[in-house]
């Protein structure tokens, strides 16, 4: 039994895995930022082109800027 004890005190003592569980968290947060950015400029996008095809299907002009 104590050998099991000593076993997993070891364990909470080891520190070499977090670094690599910080990488993934980054990782993850970064994907979650690029996955929303991408998601808003889609958005714009698909507005953009329906005004566009709107004005092409309706036979007007777009406004010009």
Same mark, same amino acid.
Do not use: H
């Given at each position: 039994?104590? #050998? &099991? @004890? %000593? $076993?997993?005190?070891?364990? *909470?003592?080891?520190?070499? =895995? ?9 990782? #993850? &947060? @970064? %994907? $979650?930022?690029?996955?929303? *950015?991408?998601?808003?400029? =889609? ?9 566009? #095809? ?7 002009t777009?406004?010009?800027?």
């Amino acid at each position: 039994m104590k #050998a &099991l @004890i %000593a $076993a997993a005190r070891d364990f *909470a003592r080891d520190e070499e =895995g977090i670094t690599a569980i910080e990488y993934g968290l980054i990782a #993850a &947060l @970064i %994907a $979650a930022v690029i996955g929303t *950015a991408f998601t808003s400029v =889609g958005t714009a996008i698909k507005g953009a082109f329906t005004s566009i #095809a709107a004005s092409i299907t309706s036979g007007a002009t777009p406004a010009t800027p």
